[in-house]
Nanobody, 125 residues
């Protein structure tokens, strides 16, 4: 059974940094494109960043450009999201997701087949 587990969330002040990790079991990440999404209280889930299976292509949401970096280590079956210069509006539950269409870097949640349970990120002003 495929399982994605996020970690690295927590509390940080405005301007701070966090590095999220997404580890997989029962699933070989090197064949999957991966994405990060987030959902703030009372809001819909939104796209943050995605990366192709090889890591050669990435795509960031406008709000994340220049501040967030998605990367992966296929040997460790793990995907990362480095978040710098965090803002209070970044407070949300962050989810990683896997897409069997490994060549794409889709921003659409419907493109992803497996999801983690999420990790809470709180940015204090």
């Amino acid at each position: 059974q495929a399982q994605l587990v996020e970690s690295g969330g927590g509390w940080v002040q405005t301007g701070g940094s966090l590095r999220l990790s997404c580890s997989a079991s029962g699933l070989t990440l090197s064949t999957y494109a991966m994405g990060w999404f987030r959902q703030a209280p009372g809001k819909e889930r939104e796209f943050v960043a995605s990366i192709s299976r090889s890591g050669a292509r990435t795509y960031n949401a406008g709000s994340a450009k220049g501040r967030f970096t998605i990367s992966r280590d296929n040997a460790k079956n793990t995907v990362f999201l480095q978040m710098n210069s965090l803002k209070p509006e970044g407070t949300a539950v962050y989810y990683c997701a896997a897409s069997s269409d490994g060549s794409k870097v889709s921003p659409y949640s419907t493109a992803y087949d497996d999801w983690g349970q999420g990790t809470q990120v709180t940015v204090s002003s």
